[in-house]
């Protein structure tokens, strides 16, 4: 099965939200997916609840939301209203991350864990059979355009091999440094989810370019 593609809102043009979404949606992508930066957990800020509400009216995608934020269990609901499909979260933040969850089973949508580069793979598994998506850091979050870390294959061969001891169902998504060739090595591993940056969004053909992602 050919991995989903999720644009990141972080690389689009600012000028043109709406048209960058919809241009990336005609192409063949299946998930939006949108950074949300506090200046605190990760030393960046982006959007607020507005603006997901504003992408929502134009777009049918997946929002898969990422709080990284510290206490995400403060902001999840308004994303919820907002139109988010899936609240994703950082176990590394001083949330809690149980009444995120909670709060996304009461509200039917998507619960999702992102872990950073240093943290291990099963450090949080407690947490994995109630992901829907289990989101593996190749970069440091806070900031689009960075090198892919090669390490990230093998995090998410090990991604894939704790779903199967786990018995769960989470898709295992990437982000960070996705192009033609760090895709490849990606799929090899067994993701499910391409999140696809700064080179999707500069394509001049984004189509194609979701093409060749996916082989």
Known sequence: MKPIISPSLLAAKSDNLGNAVSLVERAGAQYLHIDIMDGHFVPNLSFGPHIVDG???VSKLYFDVHLMI???EKYALPFIKAGADCITV???SSGDIKSVINICKDNGVGFGMAIKPKTPVDKFKHYYNDCEIL???SIEPGFGG???MPDAVGWIAEAKQLRDEL???YKISVDGGINVETAKLCIGAGVNILVAGTALFNSNDPKGFIDQLIG
């Open 146 to 148: 960075q090198k892919f």
């Open 135 to 137: 989101l593996i850091m």
């Open 70 to 72: 510290e206490h995400p």
């Open 90 to 92: 950082h176990p590394e």
């Open 55 to 57: 992408i929502r009216n």
């Open 167 to 169: 018995g769960a169902a």
